[in-house]
């Protein structure tokens, strides 16, 4: 089913391969695979010699062919934000994945219980009655589940509280059949919006002195974390240096958006979006390229060729821009977004217009779009 999808959505897109990448219909994602190219091997690069591997995590990127470029450039395995991602990955020949989110709903777990009937799939759990549930479903499944106990380091979003309590949700968890501990996840998202590295570098410090102590808690209670799991692109090699982490969840270095670029040196912008100049007045030039075409949370789009002019706002369909004398863009032009938030971009496309030498070679599918299943389920 979800080889269907990828050939639809590849048969769809196929009449832009060959064209240049500023003659694409509008607004159209572009991925340059140089500079992804060049992202994956800056971050093998920066984590060789480091203790933590790096387990992508492919929320952002909802991409089977990207995903196989970080396990071919050294990556482990994958984090995928649901079930969904996860079962995509799966089908693809993706072996070891972590759903790095607690998972709800009967369907849900069912899905990801009989997927577990091959690979290494692990979730994240942080209550005894999510893990009593997993565990029935793996066990009416006839199949294995790893978990990950999650703690909170600061994020106040999942994860255990306390040390006890991930010591009291280990004791149940070994009690339940078709469950796996294997260790633990402390995703530190509350640090990576911290400017100064400085202050970022002590916040990351902090929240992983916490988990060490989780580890140390758990050991002496007799459960060995094999997997500390950890981190993301805006504290990437901060938390990899930290010798208790084993793997880290960065993503979206991959692209490299604006809100990630600020933070972090070194990865190019590999992702943007193509949009048309479709009205101008004066001096004020409206793109159709709006919000339902680029994400804009965290920080603004910028204009790639263009970064002296910010936007007025971006409506759902538009994005107006006031420039002056000095811009040569007009009705009709193209110009291309670097996006804020790359995530919320990508979810928007069916496909990546893949260029390289600024000419479109390749279409590749992004599924499943949004939280849904996308049609990949039932299989
Ligand atoms: C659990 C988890 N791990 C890692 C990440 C980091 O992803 P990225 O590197 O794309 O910022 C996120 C981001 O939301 C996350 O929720």
Known sequence: ??????????????????????ELMTPALILDLDLARRNIDFMMGRLKGMPAKLRPHVKGQKSVELAQLQLEAGAIGVCTATVWEALVMARA???????????????????LAKAARKGRLAVAVDDPRNATVLSEAACA????????????????????RSPEEAVTLARHISRLKGLRLRGVQGYEGHCMHEPDRAARTAKVKTAMAYVAEVVDRLAE????CEVVSCGGTGTYDITAAIPTVTEIQAGTYVFMDNFHGNLVPGFARSLTVLGTVVIEHGRTIVFDSGRKSIG?????????KYPQYSARYF????????????C????????????????TTVNLYDAYHVVE????????PIIPRGPGHGGIWPA
């Open 93 to 111: 020949g993706i072996e070891d994945i972590l759903i790095a989110n607690q998972v709800g709903g009967p369907e849900k777990i069912r899905a």
């Open 221 to 224: 209670a007799g459960f060995r």
């Open 357 to 364: 030498k600024d000419v479109v070679v390749d279409i590749w």
């Open 328 to 343: 040569d863009l007009h009705l009709g032009d193209t110009a291309e977004f670097i996006p804020g938030y790359a995530p």
């Open 315 to 326: 409506a759902e369909e538009h994005a107006l821009f006031d420039v002056d004398n000095r």
């Open 296 to 304: 804009i949370d965290f920080v603004q789009p910028t204009l790639a």
């Open 1 to 22: 089913m979800a080889s269907d999808w990828r050939r639809r959505i590849r048969d769809a897109y196929k009449p832009a391969i060959g064209k240049r990448r500023n």
């Open 141 to 160: 499944e006839r199949s294995a589940l790893g978990v990950l106990i999650e703690i909170d380091v600061g994020m106040g979003r999942g994860g255990v």
